[in-house]
């Protein structure tokens, strides 16, 4: 059975940082592109950042320059370190294994709070 799990979420001020971490279990994990979402209150979820298997990345407009998301395939772990925050990111943060389309995956971690104070 896959399972994710989210760690490193928190309270924090505007223009703090944070690390977020998800472990990924009961799958091969060197071959799996894995990503990032967010959902705010009120809002979709929305992507943030992936990581495929080669290494490439991508991130939404609006974190891009701020967040940097990578990966230890020796630990089985994402992470997506968040630099200079803001308000606007206050969020749920899921990280999401396997994509079956650009924004469906097949895999989701339970999610992790952040929130940022302004």
């Known amino acids: 059975q896959v399972q994710l799990v989210e760690s490193g979420g928190g309270l924090v001020q505007a223009g703090d940082s944070l690390r977020l971490a998800c472990v990924v279990s009961g799958r091969t994990f060197s071959s799996v592109t894995m990503a990032w979402f967010r959902r705010a209150p009120g809002k979709d979820r929305e992507f943030v950042a992936v990581?495929?298997?080669?290494?490439?990345?991508a991130y939404a407009d609006s974190v891009k320059g701020r967040f940097t998301i990578s990966r230890d395939n020796a630990k089985n772990t994402i992470y997506l370190a968040m630099n200079n925050l803001e308000p606007g990111d206050t969020a749920v943060y899921y990280c999401?294994?396997?994509?079956?389309?650009?924004?469906?995956?097949?895999?989701w971690g339970q999610g992790t709070q952040v929130t940022v104070s302004s």
């Open positions: 999401a294994a396997e994509p079956i389309t650009v924004v469906m995956y097949r895999y």
């Open positions: 990581v495929r298997s080669a290494g490439s990345t």
